[in-house]
């Protein structure tokens, strides 16, 4: 039987991401159910017409394999019943709106434009950092992130709070530990890189935290910024008043914004664990970077690095892993050169190893909010590649990577979004991006 230790705290309204804390108790588990009640006291909204509790046995006719590793065939291993919603609404009990819907009926659809960080206004900027502030440091109300002791023992397993923010950062980091088949590691193998789903999870995970944010401030014109790095020679976001300076140690200056944030699951990266001190904020690492500094990637990707990427039709290829050639979302990730051929560090890697510190730690880089900036840009450009290509869920191969198939529930995330059903233009999920090319000031002549 697990062992829960759940704390009950204020905060936020709905949440999609991983273990609603409603679905945590040992009832839930014994009947392997997550269906909560919505307002009209029925599950998931029902009698309202919201959504339908979804028997995931019924529906596949089979029972899952019993493996070792508890996200395999989400969400299975923990509920075979969960909420599936109807028309726009949403959540793990249908009691939000789909992404880009608002409204108590979900029937006011709204476009929220992206823009590059430097768009901003000053205004705007503070605004940013002071809603990532609040998004740190409020507990979630809803959902509870899980932490063991050894992942071969479930009575190790226990569910506690998270900040809003650090609930994204731990969906992140439970994505990526290697997976586990009859109690063997595979370091190589994860939910979140190194195959086809690399784009779509990291897009799902960017539509969570925002969406999350536009509830907590009230403010449904807020959208995630991205960071246009191509072609800079140093991180020229990287001062006191954006995402902060550091020291020769990489420890961000004391007077910047995110200089006493601490990054959840840190500090004991072990393969049969997870997140083991997710309550003992004192043990955890505050967020360091190192930009620049590291030989292994001493620039940022360039214009033409993104350009060539963009040449290559083939969304992924055989045998959709880190070895793919020819495949967009390889070269996009960053294991193979944008040549398409070259097997080499490039892209969305390279700019994670340049930054160093917390960000170069990928399985907590999350962690630093600078990863968002990132993302947002990652995103953009496999949104360029869904437009030039007609990109849709077709294009999303059949493959045998565990938990990457196109059918796969994109773990850990409720309700069930199919992996396939993110390879769609962003409007459709209620945003856009600006057109904008970061060019740097013209120095001024010195006439003396």
């Known amino acids: 039987m697990f062992g829960f230790i759940v704390i009950l705290t204020f905060s936020l309204g709905f949440v999609e991401g991983q273990f609603p ?21 029925s599950p998931c909204g029902s009698l309202s017409g919201r959504g339908r509790c979804k028997d995931w046995i019924a529906s596949s006719g089979e029972k899952i394999p019993q493996y070792n590793d508890d996200r395999l065939d989400w969400p299975r291993h923990y509920y075979d019943y969960t909420c599936e919603c109807f028309g726009n609404y949403s959540s793990f009990d249908c009691g939000d709106c789909k992404f880009g819907f608002h409204g108590e009926k979900c029937d006011r659809k ?4 992206r823009r590059e960080i430097r768009e901003l206004t000053v205004l705007e900027q ?36 998270a900040s809003l923010y650090d609930v994204f950062a731990w969906m992140h980091y ?57 072609s800079e020679k140093n991180c020229s976001i990287c001062t006191d008043e ?20 601490k990054a959840i699951c840190s500090g004991f990266n072990f393969q049969d664990e997870y997140c083991p001190l997710a309550d003992a904020e004192y043990k955890m690492e505050r967020l360091h970077r190192r930009p620049g500094t590291t030989p292994y990637a001493p620039n940022l990707p360039t214009l033409e690095d993104v350009e060539n990427a963009l040449k290559l039709k083939n969304f992924d290829t055989p045998p959709y892993n880190e070895t793919s050639r020819r495949s967009f979302r390889n070269a996009l990730e960053g294991y193979l050169s944008p040549d398409g051929i070259t097997l080499k560090r490039s892209i969305h890697n390279l700019v994670h190893i340049y930054m160093g510190g917390t960000m170069s730690q990928i399985p907590i880089s999350s962690n630093d909010p ?4 990132h993302h947002g840009f990652i995103d953009k450009i496999f949104e360029t590649w869904i437009t030039k290509y007609n990109g849709s869920p077709e294009t999303y191969p059949e493959n045998s990577e565990l938990g990457q198939g196109p059918n796969d529930c994109c773990t850990p995330y409720f309700p069930c979004y199919k992996n ?7 409007i459709e999920f209620g945003y856009e991006y600006s057109d904008f090319h970061w060019k740097p000031p013209l120095k001024r002549k010195n006439y003396q």
């Not at 040992?26 to 997550?34: G, L, P």
């Not at 954006?242 to 944030?261: A, E, K, R």
């Open 420 to 426: 396939k059903d993110l390879v769609h233009k962003s």
């Open 21 to 41: 804390r409603v679905c945590t108790t040992e009832a839930s588990f014994r009947t392997k159910s997550c269906c909560p009640l919505w307002k009209d006291k």
């Open 110 to 113: 709204k476009i929220v434009l």
């Open 242 to 261: 954006l995402m902060g300076t550091n020291d020769d140690q990489g420890v961000l200056n004391p007077y910047s914004h995110f200089s006493f944030w």
């Open 174 to 230: 439970y994505a990526m530990k290697p997976i586990m088949i009859n109690s063997t590691f595979i370091p190589e193998k994860n939910f979140a890189h190194q195959g086809p789903t690399f784009p779509g999870w990291h897009r799902l995970g960017l539509l969570f935290l925002e969406r999350q944010m536009q509830i907590m401030t009230g403010d449904e014109d807020f959208a995630i910024p991205y960071y246009d790095w191509r």
């Open 370 to 373: 600078f990863f968002i900036l």
């Open 126 to 161: 503070k605004r940013l950092f002071s809603y990532l502030a609040l998004a740190k440091t409020t507990k979630s109300q809803d959902f509870v992130v899980l932490s063991t002791g050894d992942r071969h023992h479930r009575e190790t397993y226990r569910f506690v709070d």
